[in-house]
């Protein structure tokens, strides 16, 4: 008894919630931080909390419960309907940004906001330009009650910021700017999640997830807090860390096969991108906005340099892959330029560090006017940080573009091969070596490159959703043997398993067949070419077929053949003096005193 307690996930998080305690308390001792902890975060965040980042979380959390039925079932949300598919279908563009394809999607990124968030919230601050903070005469003789603030100064300081932000003078239209509970809970969260929808309207492909807006933050971050910024990515594999120890303290795995495409084929990087850029674009505004105004809460922290600027992007860019561009070759083939792509993210970090740490002093002082009042003399007075935020909103432009022309383009809806399952409008079948329509919507050809793919699997559509793609990859379906296939739409959901069945001839490679199962009705979508089994009986060939329903066995000689279904385990069928008998997953040949294997039940790795 005493063993399984010790072993039990509430031991271990036990004891590892002790050492956390006595490693933060040695750290305490030893820094007496005296209120300092807390104090400096209260002076930027309303009772030093993230408030709009926690309601962002919330929105995102609340999408994928409700709107995507993760309630259901919270490890296969709904995916297909909540993809940025095209302008005509709405629907997809409004909540892409916000769902996720699965709760691991949905952790990492919510748990990513939650640091880059906190980051970029506390450099926009709900008290514009700060405030002082006074705990009111408490304790602050080193010991953890002076370190942390009281209920009575958090009560204090509340209810002065409700009185403040109350008042009539702070509800006027000049003032709601400044009210922390407005940029708390409405301006900041609101900022994100219009963000979301924004970005997926330049989305280069039916992508999913809140990443852009997680790139945006780190990037809004990164002009601010550069050397912060770099050092919470460490931070954020932290918490995920935290978060799976509270959900899984002990694991027991062991070696195992796995199938899907590159790691880094499944990055949205022109999204990643998007949101990175759109973030710096909307910190340097916001810094050149406040170092115009004319108040006297001015921001005194030092200006970033061209060359931490420089660092921090390149740095980031390097841990976050986006230096990963690539071109789809069709039927879950990859190319990546990784040194074309190194270099573009140089030439992103030096416009961004151009942008930032730029002069604001004339390339050309003899030739600039205090006033340009025309183009040509605009050109003449530029800065150094002015050619750096125009380049900025250039390349903003250059990576958000290609974007536009494939969402404008309908989805072709001519009938789908085979005899697809209809459900609700969606139409789910199976096929191989098809035009690939949803990557072959524009036709473009460059350097020895096209968008006309071809691709095999199982594929979705809906031509009132604009929705055409390959739901589960031929290789992916080979890999398991069967898949869930989940279609709906916002509050509904209908499940369909497709299943692959197959038999291998002996070095004669598999034939199968692939069935669609709903409502405990099963419909055969398509079959493989028959494969015939190298060994010959006395002269004859044998050849194993999948037909609708099943499988045949067709024996050959002299022009001549003779076909009979596959028998049961442990029976046999004699075919042109060539008797066939199945044992559980294989069938053997027999013909007087020879008998050969020619063919076994197809295995599926991921099942084994």
């Given at each position: 008894m005493l063993a399984e307690a010790l072993s039990s996930d509430a031991a271990h998080l036990a004891a590892g919630g002790v050492l956390i305690a006595v490693a933060v308390a040695v750290v305490y001792l030893t820094d007496r931080p005296r209120g300092a902890w807390t104090r400096r975060l209260r002076s930027h965040l309303l009772l030093g909390v993230p408030w709009g980042t926690l309601v962002a979380i919330a929105a995102v959390v609340a999408v994928y419960l409700f709107v995507q039925s993760g309630l259901e079932n919270p490890n296969r949300p709904i995916v297909i309907p909540f993809r940025s598919w095209s302008y005509f279908y709405p629907e997809g563009m409004l909540w892409s940004g916000l769902a996720h394809s699965g709760r691991g999607h949905l952790t990492g990124n919510l748990l990513s906001t939650l640091v880059a968030g906190g980051l970029a919230e506390y450099a926009f601050g709900h008290f514009p330009g700060g405030r002082a903070v006074d705990d009111g005469g408490e304790s602050d003789d080193g010991t953890l009650r002076g370190a942390l603030p009281s209920v009575r100064s958090l009560s204090r300081s509340l209810r002065s910021s409700a009185r403040e932000a109350l008042s009539r003078e702070s509800l006027s239209r000049e003032s709601l700017a400044e009210n922390p509970y407005v940029r708390a809970f409405v301006v900041v969260p609101g900022a994100m999640l219009s963000f979301a929808v924004l970005s997926s309207l330049f989305a280069l492909g039916p992508v999913i997830g809140f990443s852009g807006v997680v790139f945006a933050l780190w990037g809004f971050a990164l002009v601010f807090q550069p050397i912060a910024t770099i050092a919470a990515l460490t931070g954020s594999t932290l918490v995920g860390v935290t978060y799976e120890t509270l959900r899984n303290p002990v694991v027991v795995s062991e070696a195992s096969g796995s199938y899907g495409a590159p790691s880094w084929a499944n990055i949205a990087i022109q999204g990643h991108a998007i949101g990175l850029i759109g973030g710096i674009?909307?910190?340097?505004?916001?810094?050149?906005?406040?170092?115009?105004?004319?108040?006297?809460?001015?921001?005194?922290?030092?200006?970033?340099?061209?060359?931490?600027?420089?660092?921090?992007?390149?740095?980031?860019?390097?841990?976050?892959?986006?230096?990963?561009?690539?071109?789809?070759?069709?039927?879950?083939?990859?190319?990546?330029?990784?040194?074309?792509?190194?270099?573009?993210?140089?030439?992103?970090?030096?416009?961004?560090?151009?942008?930032?740490?730029?002069?604001?002093?004339?390339?050309?002082?003899?030739?600039?006017?205090?006033?340009?009042?025309?183009?040509?003399?605009?050109?003449?007075?530029?800065?150094?940080?002015?050619?750096?935020?125009?380049?900025?909103?250039?390349?903003?432009?250059?990576?958000?573009?290609?974007?536009?022309?494939?969402?404008?383009?309908?989805?072709?809806?001519?009938?789908?091969?085979?005899?697809?399952?209809?459900?609700?409008?969606?139409?789910?079948?199976?096929?191989?070596?098809?035009?690939?329509?949803?990557?072959?919507?524009?036709?473009?050809?460059?350097?020895?490159?096209?968008?006309?793919?071809?691709?095999?699997?199982?594929?979705?559509?809906?031509?009132?959703?604009?929705?055409?793609?390959?739901?589960?990859?031929?290789?992916?379906?080979?890999?398991?043997?069967?898949?869930?296939?989940?279609?709906?739409?916002?509050?509904?959901?209908?499940?369909?398993?497709?299943?692959?069945?197959?038999?291998?001839?002996?070095?004669?490679?598999?034939?199968?067949?692939?069935?669609?199962?709903?409502?405990?009705?099963?419909?055969?979508?398509?079959?493989?070419?028959?494969?015939?089994?190298?060994?010959?009986?006395?002269?004859?060939?044998?050849?194993?077929?999948?037909?609708?329903?099943?499988?045949?066995?067709?024996?050959?000689?002299?022009?001549?053949?003779?076909?009979?279904?596959?028998?049961?385990?442990?029976?046999?069928?004699?075919?042109?003096?060539?008797t066939l008998v199945r044992e559980t997953d294989a069938v053997f040949a027999e013909r007087g005193e020879t008998r050969v294997r020619i063919a076994e039940r197809e295995r599926y790795e991921g099942r084994q």
């Amino acid at each position: 008894m005493l063993a399984e307690a010790l072993s039990s996930d509430a031991a271990h998080l036990a004891a590892g919630g002790v050492l956390i305690a006595v490693a933060v308390a040695v750290v305490y001792l030893t820094d007496r931080p005296r209120g300092a902890w807390t104090r400096r975060l209260r002076s930027h965040l309303l009772l030093g909390v993230p408030w709009g980042t926690l309601v962002a979380i919330a929105a995102v959390v609340a999408v994928y419960l409700f709107v995507q039925s993760g309630l259901e079932n919270p490890n296969r949300p709904i995916v297909i309907p909540f993809r940025s598919w095209s302008y005509f279908y709405p629907e997809g563009m409004l909540w892409s940004g916000l769902a996720h394809s699965g709760r691991g999607h949905l952790t990492g990124n919510l748990l990513s906001t939650l640091v880059a968030g906190g980051l970029a919230e506390y450099a926009f601050g709900h008290f514009p330009g700060g405030r002082a903070v006074d705990d009111g005469g408490e304790s602050d003789d080193g010991t953890l009650r002076g370190a942390l603030p009281s209920v009575r100064s958090l009560s204090r300081s509340l209810r002065s910021s409700a009185r403040e932000a109350l008042s009539r003078e702070s509800l006027s239209r000049e003032s709601l700017a400044e009210n922390p509970y407005v940029r708390a809970f409405v301006v900041v969260p609101g900022a994100m999640l219009s963000f979301a929808v924004l970005s997926s309207l330049f989305a280069l492909g039916p992508v999913i997830g809140f990443s852009g807006v997680v790139f945006a933050l780190w990037g809004f971050a990164l002009v601010f807090q550069p050397i912060a910024t770099i050092a919470a990515l460490t931070g954020s594999t932290l918490v995920g860390v935290t978060y799976e120890t509270l959900r899984n303290p002990v694991v027991v795995s062991e070696a195992s096969g796995s199938y899907g495409a590159p790691s880094w084929a499944n990055i949205a990087i022109q999204g990643h991108a998007i949101g990175l850029i759109g973030g710096i674009l909307a910190a340097v505004w916001l810094i050149r906005r406040r170092r115009s105004a004319e108040t006297e809460r001015t921001d005194s922290r030092p200006r970033t340099t061209a060359l931490v600027a420089f660092g921090a992007v390149l740095l980031f860019g390097a841990s976050r892959r986006l230096w990963a561009v690539y071109w789809y070759l069709g039927n879950e083939r990859y190319e990546m330029y990784r040194a074309i792509g190194l270099g573009l993210l140089a030439v992103l970090a030096a416009i961004v560090a151009l942008a930032v740490g730029g002069r604001d002093e004339p390339i050309r002082p003899e030739s600039a006017v205090p006033e340009p009042e025309s183009v040509r003399e605009g050109i003449r007075s530029a800065t150094p940080a002015a050619v750096g935020l125009l380049l900025l909103v250039s390349a903003l432009a250059v990576v958000a573009g290609p974007g536009i022309a494939p969402n404008l383009v309908a989805v072709d809806d001519d009938d789908l091969p085979g005899d697809p399952i209809e459900v609700e409008g969606y139409q789910v079948t199976y096929a191989e070596n098809v035009e690939d329509r949803v990557v072959s919507v524009v036709d473009v050809e460059a350097f020895g490159r096209s968008t006309s793919v071809n691709t095999s699997g199982v594929i979705v559509a809906n031509a009132d959703r604009e929705i055409w793609t390959t739901a589960v990859s031929k290789g992916n379906l080979a890999f398991w043997g069967y898949r869930a296939i989940d279609v709906g739409g916002t509050g509904w959901r209908e499940t369909l398993w497709v299943q692959r069945t197959g038999w291998v001839a002996a070095n004669g490679g598999p034939t199968y067949r692939v069935d669609a199962v709903r409502n405990e009705t099963r419909s055969t979508l398509f079959t493989s070419e028959p494969a015939r089994a190298e060994p010959r009986i006395d002269g004859r060939n044998v050849t194993v077929a999948a037909v609708d329903g099943g499988f045949e066995l067709r024996v050959e000689s002299g022009g001549e053949s003779e076909t009979a279904p596959l028998p049961a385990a442990n029976e046999s069928v004699t075919l042109r003096g060539v008797t066939l008998v199945r044992e559980t997953d294989a069938v053997f040949a027999e013909r007087g005193e020879t008998r050969v294997r020619i063919a076994e039940r197809e295995r599926y790795e991921g099942r084994q």
